[in-house]
């Protein structure tokens, strides 16, 4: 659980790049997504018999990251350069089939590979927003 929690940490990733790049509604989806994420392992993990806090958190978390998602889509298709579209499109597209493998085919092994999934997520993210 520790890992999963501190993992969050590289969510500030695409936090800076978008920052740096002054794309700042993406900053904001992205600071959004940095604290409600730890946020909701936190709960999920010492508050899972209050059902109520769990739904509400995992409601937003996932709220705040299909936003992210459908924002780095769309600014690939409308800031990146031709050359990088299809190789940062594939790269977006291999996280949620990552996730989604993790969270549904094998959840056995989710808090294994949730982690990583904050951590690779994060770094393409962040080039995606540097890749302008």
Known sequence: MKFM????I??????IAAAWVHEWVYFTIALLASITSP???YVVEFYLSKIYLHNTV??????????????MFYYIFTNTAHLFKIPLLLCL?????????????NINKYKKTHPWFHIITSIISGII???K
């Open 58 to 71: 995992r409601a937003m978390d996932w709220s705040i990251a299909l936003c992210a998602y459908a924002y």
């Open 93 to 105: 597209t291999a996280t949620i089939i990552f996730f989604w493998y993790g969270f549904k085919i």
């Open 5 to 8: 929690v501190t993992s969050n």
């Open 10 to 15: 590289f969510l500030f990733i695409p936090v």
């Open 129 to 131: 927003v540097l890749s």
């Open 39 to 41: 946020i909701y392992h």
